[in-house]
């Protein structure tokens, strides 16, 4: 293999692990406060949806992104009502949002472009990527976040409160901490960064929507955080492993020896095994938040 | 005390209702949003599929609710015992290709359905065995585990569709079934068939297992309280592994029954088409049916409902089928608020007094 | 020094305080309740008597159900935690509310706005309280005598003028207890007023100016320290006078029915928590372990009862190695355990009363058909009988376990443990929480069992009543034994010295 190959695959590979690093990350907050989301993916593919409207109808990518990161952070209120607020079930909770997608997107994909299943945006709507690196900037945006979030978490009064939160909320709670607003914080973060990540799905990375485009991710992403040991900074290290996987998948798909000898399909397994392997691997190393997934109750 | 019980069950009943009638008018707002006609569609929806004495329909309906009364009991079991098992869709994928598997033997005729069963419900118990194994003695978080499993199953299962066993006389399908393997059809002209009947019986073995046999209440203990339950001599990892392998037989009739009973095509379609979502509607399926096998019979007709319904609602007032997946998900959404009906309660009053 | 005008004469009044808990119990019916300025006043009680309900309601964690409260003169009714610490008043519980992972540092300053100078701050107050403690080290890290002191210090910070204590002295030992107690002293001298519950008279007697005396939810009197005497204490406790002893008729032991050796166990973080312990009990004899708690007397016990694996040495069990022996297999063979957390390990709370009856013996003969299914007649008469034999009263069998009292739990499960007929019961904290009457039934109980010549192994952070039911004591610290004698050989100083780390001379 030579330099501009493996110049090439590194370049993909910084596509293929932006979606995972940003909803794990935005995970990770979430989970540091005490709250789970498994609706990561749900977001991920309802944020995608409306991005690529968005940047549409207004001729904006940018537009794009902003609004598949509000729509996010707008799911990311309503499960922290359920969650924090109305002391639900987290878990039932996120199996909703990502039921809702997978009816909502072919359902708005149909509604919106009056096609089954499949659109893909158009040039004026995608993000264009930077000159000369040929990287999408939502990337460089993703290592800022991710360094600006480790910070945040470890060096700031209001990450201490997220981290006390998520260990113990009636510590929390007893000295004036608002366990409930700070989960809320954590929780509308972490939703927004996954539908920032969606909104980079359809209109920079794929260029197209259909309703398996987040294909696992936000799934791969919470098994991220888990491997990362809640570490934001651990898990942009974690994202190019993760990510790798998946570009390796598609190299694959077009070395003729490989694609002579391994059907296509099979190949596609390939980042889902990884993620199990590695998960089941590195499982019992990493520590949760002593108080994750369970509401704050007080008596 | 009994009484007691059944008010409580009156309120849960209630709850689920709330539940349910939030699903549809948020759903028909987003309805209306995309410029359709919301009560034009429910109306087609339910007059296609419950609300009719049409025997097509309700027929529909019934061959609709088989398959994910199976993968319901997936989940509910997995509750049970503590854990979401959300892989019932992969597992029924493996399910569907044990039966394909068997169908491109050469077997005298009865011997068909009944290896396919075993074949099906033995991949199913395999798959997931292991997420179950990942769960319980590695600690692997179980929503993570099967829905890698479920997307490593759909491109297994997809490769096999093109590669291994494509039928000779349409590539978009799979090897069929042949004729006496096939479930027999209840009415004739619509898709019911004896998939109802297994169904019923294997959610009414369950209920069995759960409530009367040592196991199920090893599995009920395990997920109640795992530590009382290793103090009370149960080992609740196998206890949990049992979980994901009788739930995974469950998902894997699921897949049986798609491939030998539902006509026309007695085979797996182009991209998982005529399984793809079983699985997951399973989940609705259980939480509606309060994750109890006896309210899963009526909670799967309801959702099968929606199902056969929502071709009707495609015809009649053009709204693109999956919306009714949407339903669901607000439905469920909606379920997790706990105390639904008393949070309305107190609101109604207080915007009311 | 508490004197003064009748409205400054006492800082806290609460006035017909009532709570009802939303599960129906009523905690408190109607207490007055009054601090002085500048004093430490005990609360003294039974277990139940609502001396914690009390002190939540005072520090804003509990709201009361009627009755007010007067702080300073002025009203108030505070709505969280948060809002009564402002006002000065902070309460230490016996779980700290601390964050596991955070230094001292950390858990002092959480939650405030401006750090600035505030590491000298603390210095400068453990210098004036002697409260001293490491400021970067994880409260993880640090023994539970330690931790208490970075919560007393967090309250100090945040300059509370009353400070509760609930039960402090439970997980200490004796010389960690006089040093509180020292510190407390200290503190009032500084003009603050502490709150001290406790169910020990010494204690009362020892540091208190004035006690009140709760029993039942109301109050029962509040007498001068001075001038109490522990009788008169204990009665208003109890309500009647306490001649609290088992009758234990003599008995010689027979054959040894458990034999442990050498005995090596870790706990969960893997640390040694069971360092080479040795002992025998025999047939017919309550062999009893005394100890702080948290000194590895409940890793000994999952060790002895199949729940965590020893690292080394042998369990016998009749004579039999069944060392790292599933708890399946040791029911089998005899064993009944009664466990300390009867809520988190004995019972499923959310399964009800029928099933929680044969809990551990579901694969019995008598429970379990031939096609593995349940036989639901017989699990039924059984759970009946074990209600009536045993006297737990119990809504119906079909009620959920978790709507009993907390006696009645203890009670269903002694009577599912003892109606398996075992030879050898482990019985770990069997009376902690239950009233007298329950008390004294299961040690009635306990007693009987051995009379009729099964071997009982008692561990109990109950100093009372380990000495007691034993025939032979053992004090445990930081996982070893300090010694072994018969209690009547035993000072109550010497055990004492033993549970704080000193061996018996010539034991
Ligand atoms: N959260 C609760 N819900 C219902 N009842 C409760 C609750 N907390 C306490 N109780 C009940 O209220 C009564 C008083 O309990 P409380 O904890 O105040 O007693 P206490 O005097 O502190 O006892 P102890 O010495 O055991 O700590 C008891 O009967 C107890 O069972
Ligand atoms: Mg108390």
Redesign the interface.
Known sequence: MDIGAIVEIARQTTYAMTPLVLAAIGEIVTEKAGVVNIGLEGIMLLSAFIAVYVAEVTGNPWLGLAAGTVLGAFIGVIHSMISNYLKGDQIISGLGVNLLALGLVPFGIEAVWHVRGYHTVPPEAKVPALPLLRISPVFLLTVLIAVATHYMLNNTGYGRKIRAVGENPEAADVVGVNVELVQTVATVYGAALAGLAGAFLSIDWLSSITKELSAGRGFIALALVNFANWNPLLALAGGALFGITWTAAEWLKIIPEIKAVVPISLLNTLPYIATLVVVAGFIGVSRPPAHIGRPYKRE | MERQKLIESLYRFAEIMVALIAGFAISGVIMWLGGYDPIKAYRAMLGTSILTTDPYNLAMTLSFSAPIMFTAITFAVGVRAGVFNIGAEGQMYVGALGAVLVAAMSLPGPLYLPLAILFGSLLGALWGAIAGVLKAYKGVNEVVSTIMLNWIAFWVVEYTRVDLLPNPRDPSKTIEMPEPGRLPILLKGTELTASIVLAVVVTLLSYYLLWHTVLGYEIRATGMNPRAARYGGINPERAVLWSFIIGGIAAGLAGVCEIAGRPPHYAITTGLSNLFGYGFDGITVSLIGANHPLGIIPAAIFVGGLTAGARGMQIVAGVPLEMVKAVQGVIIIALAVPGLLRLLKTRLTRGGG | MAAGSRGAEHLIEMRGITKIYPDGTVALRGVDFYVRRGEIHGLLGENGAGKTTLM?ILSG??RPTSGEIWVNGRKVSFK???EA??MGIGMVHQHL??????TVY??IV????AEGDARLRIEKLMEETGLKVPLDVRIENLPFGVRQRAEIL?MLY?NVDVLILDEPTTNLTPVETDELFETLRRLKNQGKTVIFITHKLREVLEVTDRVTVLRNGRVVGVVETSKATPQQLAKMMVGREVVFTVSKPPREPGEPILEVRDLWVRNDLGEWAVKGVSFTVKAGEIFGIAGVEGNGQSELIQAI?G?RRPEKGRILLEGRDVTGF???KL?RMGLG?I?EDRQ????????NVA?NSI?????GRRF?GK????L?SSIRRHASQIIERFAVVA??L??PVRSLSGGNQQKLVVGRELSKEPKLIVAAQPTRGLDVAATEYIRKLLVDMRTRGKAVLLVSADLDEVLQLSDRIAVMYEGEFMGIARPEELTREQIGMMMGGYRLAGG
């Open positions: 939540k964690l509990l969280s935690a948060s610490l402002k509310a601390l964050v596991q992972v955070f950390e858990n959480l939650g405030l706005k967090k945040r009862t729940l599933p708890p399946s029911y355990h466990p988190g390990l004995g019972l499923v709370l959310d399964m099933e809990l551990g013996v579901q694969r379990m096609f593995y299914n349940l639901w809504p119906s079909d009620a």
